[in-house]
């Protein structure tokens, strides 16, 4: 089962721990990833959360849908999920400055909620 971390393979296959916060926004699967990124409009008096996916034969992000969650090796169910989280977000932290803390935890959270009921790959 795949778990959130905070480390990234680099061009050799080397894995190397990140201090990008943004990393702690990311679940990996097999072939790719999905990301859960806050994009601040007005100078931080709003954020839109926006869920994307990227695959390791793309260069890019990438709408996650059913099939693109199927090429990056993951379940369908990733697809509601990312969308849970991301309304989630949406609703607790709408505007900057918000705790990276809580937005790690809730990703956490609902991915261990998903392994319980259904493999992520």
């Keep these: 089962m795949p778990k959130l971390e905070s480390a990234y393979a680099d061009e050799d296959g080397e894995e190397r721990k990140s201090q990008h916060i943004f990393r702690r926004f990311v679940q990996q699967f097999p072939r790719g990833s999905v990301s859960v990124l806050p994009v601040v409009r007005?100078?931080?008096?709003a954020i839109r959360w926006e869920v994307r996916a990227h695959s390791k034969n793309a260069i890019g992000?990438?709408?996650l849908t059913k099939e693109v969650a199927a090429?990056?090796?993951?379940?369908p169910v990733v697809v509601e999920a990312a969308e849970y989280v991301r309304e989630q977000l949406q609703h607790k932290h709408p505007a900057y400055p918000y705790k990276s803390s809580e937005v790690a935890g809730l990703i956490r959270r609902e991915m261990q909620r998903l392994q319980q009921n259904d493999d992520l790959v």
């Design 61 to 63: 992000p990438l709408k």
């Design 71 to 75: 090429e990056i090796g993951a379940s």
């Design 42 to 45: 007005g100078y931080g008096s």
